[in-house]
């Protein structure tokens, strides 16, 4: 059995625009099946985001969205995205639904995984023993470096001729807690972290490589640390990417490795991913879970879209915010045999086998959990 909670944990549900509803669906029939099958159940809520509270609300997220979601434990989101919002300005655009939930609640570090499935080791475009039992984790640090640094922006020079300036700028404070994340994470995986960076050229890098040695050295001697430069690990990771346990890095390498790392899989429909913050007061960590994948619209609420992306997001959060190992693992166990039988949404069809809807697909995971927990 799983962990039987003693209070059930406070869950808020944003299954926001396009396919996000109809995938969420597959992902609240897990938690159903976990109430009815378990006995593990959970405090949910769930409230509109994007362009589904700009149709109610006139705007992509409201303050009391952004409080429920500071008050849960975490947070599952579906995705935004609308085109008939396209003309509401800047600001109203359905995205920032999501920035601004990453940024009220201090989520600084992305967890994007790339693993893959044996039965859809030919879906990518490596060779099939280069990627073969590939299981990667890549942190992202989110809210600093280049993107955020400043001085920034375009000026004029005196003779006529313009500048473009962005600083890349890291603290102590802001590497150390990316790199706890990472070190935290490799204590449940395979226990080894490489630090890329390019301490070779730059001072911000020399101090990424100095403080992640010096918080290893103090408090995650048991964890394996190597470092990496990050051109060079760009290029590891297409010819040898199983050399990688945990990846952590800053945000400009971090956004570049990642979209790298997901494609590796070939299947990027099928990718889940974390935000995570830093731990308050109350002892709770705000976390916000959500699919790759963008909102799709062309084929929402056609049956079409993929819901594994969202229901590994789902079997993420119970790994990384509730410690729920076991029942993490049996609904990644539960997607994977459903793949080795040859079920496929559209999206992931190919030659010889079974094309299913998306209630289809979450049916058949369902089906498999209970498979799964009667041979537990």
């Known amino acids: 059995m799983g962990n039987v909670m003693s209070a059930p944990k406070k869950l808020l549900i944003l299954p926001g625009d396009g396919i996000g509803p109809e995938i969420m669906r597959e992902a609240q029939r897990i938690m159903d099946w976990m109430a009815q099958a378990r006995g593990i159940r959970f405090d949910i809520s769930e409230d509109l985001v994007g362009g589904a509270s700009l149709a109610v609300h006139g705007q ?8 429920a979601a500071r008050a849960a434990d975490a947070v599952l989101f579906g995705s935004v995205g609308d085109p008939k919002w396209a003309s509401a300005g800047f600001d ?7 920035l601004k939930l990453r940024q009220e609640l201090g ?9 893959v499935f044996d039965s859809l080791v030919d879906a990518s475009t490596l060779k099939p023993d280069v990627i073969r039992g590939l299981d990667i984790m890549i942190v992202r640090e989110t809210v600093g470096g280049i993107y955020f640094g400043t001085p920034r922006g375009i000026e004029t020079l005196p003779d006529g001729s313009r500048r473009g300036i962005n600083t890349e700028v890291y603290t102590t404070a802001e590497i150390e807690r990316v790199a706890r994340v990472a070190f935290d994470l490799a204590r449940k995986r395979d226990n080894r972290v490489c630090s890329v960076e390019k301490c070779n050229v730059m001072e911000s890098g020399l101090l990424w490589k100095e403080v992640v040695t010096a918080l290893h050295d ?55 991913s974390a935000t995570l913050g830093a731990k308050g007061e109350d002892g709770r960590t705000p976390a916000l ?9 062309d084929i929402a609420g056609q ?35 459903v793949l080795d039988r040859g079920l496929r949404t559209p999206d992931i069809m190919s030659a010889g086998r079974t094309e299913v809807n998306t209630a289809g697909m979450g049916e058949a995971v369902v089906a498999e959990l209970d498979r799964l927990n009667k041979a537990a």
Do not use: W
């Open 60 to 67: 992509p997220i409201t303050q009391q969205v952004i409080d």
């Open 303 to 337: 049956g079409k879209a993929n819901p594994l992306a969202q229901i590994l997001s789902f079997a993420m959060l119970l790994r990384y915010s509730f410690d729920m190992q076991e029942d993490a693992a049996m609904i990644e166990k539960a997607v994977s045999n």
């Open 289 to 297: 879970y959500e699919p790759i994948h963008g909102s799709a619209p």
């Open 107 to 115: 989520l600084f570090a992305n967890l994007r995984p790339a693993k």
């Open 218 to 272: 103090r408090e995650y001697s048991d964890v394996e640390l190597s470092h990496m430069l990050a051109d060079n690990c760009a290029m590891q990771m297409v010819r040898n990417p199983r050399q990688f346990d945990v990846i952590v890095t800053g945000n400009l390498f971090g956004d570049l490795l990642s979209d790298l790392a997901s494609m590796l899989t070939g299947s990027l429909g099928m990718l889940p």
């Open 92 to 98: 109203r655009r359905p995205e920032i639904a999501i």
